[in-house]
């Protein structure tokens, strides 16, 4: 696992010094699965959800909380995001809403907490929208599925570790 780096001398919590890292592309892919009735998933592709149009709502509130993710996660340095994306798609057979966001930026730190809060937060949405029709949605699954960039490198998940 290495060196713990958010911990000072006296074993405190700190924010990392990146001033010394170099500036390079980073980017992230993360995903939320959402999990409901086959009845609420169709009242989603069909427009009729109580509060309106929720993939739309879900979309603009992923958005949001990546450009917010320091202000929400303690640690995290706040990022000048180049590029989110927050896509949905809705399975109604299996009564499943996957959400998949992607964060890009040119930085000194990577952007796996801006993707992964914006996973969480649409899928917190998709709940809020539809829990008028069902109380029993749940968030099955958030997570990173791949990053770009920076001194760990590379990473994409293994099938073996998908959920």
């Known amino acids: ?4 780096t958010h911990l000072d001398e006296r074993g405190q919590a700190r924010m990392v010094d990146v001033g010394d890292k170099s500036v390079t592309v980073r980017t992230a892919t993360a995903r939320a699965l959402v ?18 149009d929720v993939l739309a709502t879900a979309r ?3 958005i949001q909380a ?7 996660i303690p640690l995290c ?3 000048a995001l180049d590029k989110v994306t927050v ?9 499943l809403v996957t959400i998949t966001t992607l964060a890009r930026v040119t930085g000194k730190t990577g952007v796996e907490m801006e993707a992964l809060t914006a996973a969480s937060v649409a899928a917190l949405t998709v709940y809020d929208m539809v829990k008028g029709l069902e109380k029993s949605v749940t ?3 958030v ?3 791949a990053k770009t960039g920076g001194k760990s490198g590379d990473y994409v998940r293994s099938d073996s570790a998908a959920g």
């Open 87 to 95: 896509d949905a798609e809705v399975d109604v057979d299996a009564g």
């Open 35 to 52: 999990r409901m009735s086959p009845a609420t998933a169709a009242a989603i592709v069909s427009g009729d959800a109580p509060k309106g």
């Open 1 to 4: 696992m290495g060196e713990l």
């Open 143 to 145: 997570a990173l599925l």
């Open 66 to 72: 990546a450009k917010r993710t320091s202000e929400l």
């Open 77 to 79: 340095h706040p990022l």
């Open 60 to 62: 603009i509130a992923g």
């Open 139 to 141: 968030i099955a699954e």
